[in-house]
């Protein structure tokens, strides 16, 4: 009796994380198109970098959503590199344009009058 009610239980909280997991996907993705958005029709340098960070952020989440959905744990080390390696291109961006004298001008981003 025991075994049939806890099995019930799972199964109920089964489909309530795939549920939770399936809505976090959605939103996810609406994020990336509009980051993807904002990394093209950017205004600026640091809009683009800024933009670019937020992807990778939104791609992390996704790897964690699909890494529960599926159940492996090893998907999080996945997870764990793309945060490593848009956190180093986020500083590697921001020494370039920390770079910049005043005198230089900003590679043209199609941000001119």
Same mark, same amino acid.
Do not use: C, W
């Given at each position: 009796?025991? =075994? #049939?009610? *806890?099995?019930? +239980?799972?199964?109920? $909280?089964?489909?309530? %994380?795939?549920?939770?997991?399936? !809505? ?29 960070? =937020? #992807?990778? *952020?939104?791609? +992390?989440?996704?790897? $964690?959503?699909?890494? %529960?959905?599926?159940?492996?744990? !090893? ?30 001008? #900003? ?7």
């Amino acid at each position: 009796m025991i =075994a #049939l009610v *806890l099995g019930a +239980v799972s199964t109920e $909280v089964s489909r309530s %994380v795939s549920t939770v997991v399936d !809505v976090g996907i959605a939103v996810l993705a609406v994020g990336m198109v509009l980051m993807l958005y904002r990394m093209v029709k950017g205004p600026h340098l640091a809009d683009r970098a800024v933009a670019g960070d =937020a #992807l990778a *952020l939104l791609v +992390v989440g996704l790897v $964690v959503l699909l890494a %529960v959905d599926q159940r492996r744990a !090893v998907s999080l080390d996945a997870a764990l590199m793309v945060a490593i390696v848009g956190f180093a291109a986020t500083v590697a961006f921001a020494q370039y344009l920390g770079g910049l004298t005043a005198d230089q001008e #900003l590679p043209e981003d199609g941000a001119g009058p």
